[in-house]
């Protein structure tokens, strides 16, 4: 799975040692974990295992999980970031992470053209989501030209990305 400039592949456990410098950052942990909360290497390898594995199944739930990492095709590169998506009853939430060293070079635009084009036949019909941080205003930029509308609060499903005070958008 490719697009111009960037390889991804199914998110896993092995990912963490690749991507836990970039969580450990802190530009990019200010606008993830506000209050500083790094996860361990460890409960990284946990946490990738899980999204690779799945939801547990449920006769209430109709939840899939899409999760991969990202690298840049030339020259071939560690992971420099993740792309992730929860899909529920026809709509769900997308999301992005790119390391610092990466921002403004218009890969997490390209990363994020890819990963609705793949949505779109994964799980077609759905509806998408996203929380950004209400300073992020990379981000925020990035959701608009991709050609998301911001929603108020009470307009919006119940995100589980959300954090309070997070600015909500729809595509």
Request: overall charge negative.
């Amino acid at each position: 799975m490719q697009s111009q400039h960037l390889l991804f592949e199914p998110l896993t456990a092995a990912h963490a040692e690749e991507l836990w410098p970039i969580l450990a950052t802190p530009a990019v942990l200010a606008w993830i974990e506000p209050q500083g909360n790094l996860p361990t290497l460890a409960d990284l390898r946990a946490e990738y295992a899980a999204r690779a594995n799945g939801p547990v199944p449920s006769s209430l739930s109709q939840e899939r999980w899409f999760n991969v990492a990202i690298r840049l095709k030339q020259p071939p590169s560690p992971a420099i970031g993740r792309l992730e998506a929860t899909a529920y009853d026809g709509w769900g939430e997308v999301a992005y992470l790119l390391g610092e060293a990466w921002w403004g070079k218009g890969l997490a635009f390209e990363a994020m053209l890819w990963w609705h084009n793949y949505l779109a036949t994964a799980a077609p019909g759905t509806e998408w989501w996203a929380a950004v941080h209400p300073m992020n205003w990379r981000s925020i930029r990035l959701l608009e030209r991709l050609g998301y509308r911001p929603v108020e609060e009470g307009d919006r499903p119940q995100l589980q990305s959300y954090d309070p005070g997070d600015r909500c958008f729809v595509l």
